[in-house]
């Protein structure tokens, strides 16, 4: 077991006083028996009542409202958690999926078919992108085909940070060739899909070794439901499948669906946003 502390800091700066609407937090991380929360707190300024809840995707939510105008917004998360992914790599596939391709048993697709549509169904550049990692007629381990596709993505694309809000589209990453970490995962997704895997997003953390010039950010990869495993993780950012670094938040079939913190204001355009995120091993 390891234990990671995680201070996630948002920090917005206006340049008037401002009526804030209600704001959407996807901060605590998801719960299960790999991962643990230890402890949890949520501070908040100016003073904000909250409204938990679990969303369609069982992610946790608070809803944060305000009552008084403010020339500022913190809000800082503090949490302890108990990561027991040890062993990424210790799951059976189901024989009839171990190798690929395969089909979804009828039941299970009923079920994942919203996650195996593509959010762009014309892309010639992806199609043919996908052509080379698999072709027909081969036969290969599911698990080797997914990870073959995140050492693809992080052998030809320049990891890039971007601090404005939006995903790129996979043609638009595969033209550019350059993308964010969400970036990199939406592209394996729709990648993933086009192969007949169902995939979903992920926001979260990732514990890396600490920098005095990199004050930390969220970070992304995807999941692929895998018959008899569950939903896998592959983090094509890094290549490889996620492991006992990676901190889940929330998912979602879609990325623009879980923004860490998502609010408005009423009041002069103008504010400034600063955002750190810390993860250490305590």
Known sequence: MQRYKILHRTYYNFPAAVRLEPHVLRLRPREGYELR?????????????????????DNSVAIATFDSPTTQLLIESNIIIQQYNQAPLDFLVADYAAHYPFAYKPEDKAVLSPYMTAGHPLSNLLDKWVANIWQPGERIQTYSLLQRLAERIQQTLVYQLREEPGVQSATDTLTRGTGSCRDSAYLFMEAARRLGFAARFVSGYLHTQPSPTDFGATHAWAEVFLPGAGWKGFDPTIGAIVGTDHIAVAVARQPESVPPVAGAYVGPPGATLDV???????
């Open 37 to 57: 929360i230890e402890s949890s707190t949520l501070d908040i300024t100016p003073p904000a009542a909250l409204r938990w809840h679990r969303d369609v995707e």
């Open 276 to 282: 750190g995120v810390w993860v250490t091993e305590t």
